[in-house]
């Protein structure tokens, strides 16, 4: 079955969003809320890659679980595994009261990068 091509484009679009508002926030300072969105930047960017392809994700927010499926299409994904599992690291810590996982600016600089 084909794939309707919008719906790859709106998670891409999606992930440009996180992106672009992970940038604002870097600016500003406010370093968690940076790691937060740039990993929601790399799970949509992923996700929209497993519809592309016609495939399947759970409905999960684990960007390693999303990079190995992309990887049986493409190994060239397998580079990215430590900085997914870096932003990996940030999804829960950024979105909660847990001041011992704080990202400081350098990290939030990294994240971006990812």
Request: glycine fraction near 6%; charged fraction near 30%; include cysteine.
């Amino acid at each position: 079955m084909k794939v309707d091509s919008k719906i790859p484009r709106e998670w891409f679009s999606k992930g440009d969003d996180d992106l672009s508002i992970s940038k604002v926030l870097f600016k500003e300072g406010y370093y968690n809320a940076t790691g937060f969105h740039s990993q929601q930047a790399v799970e949509k960017y992923l996700k929209g890659y497993v519809v592309l392809h016609n495939l399947q994700f759970e409905k999960k927010h684990n960007l390693e679980t999303l990079l190995k499926v992309c990887s049986k299409l493409n190994n060239g994904f397998e580079k990215f595994l430590n900085g997914v599992r870096i932003l990996d690291s940030y999804y829960l810590p950024t979105r909660y009261p847990m001041p011992w996982a704080d990202i400081d600016k350098k990290l939030a600089q990294e994240s971006i990068k990812i």
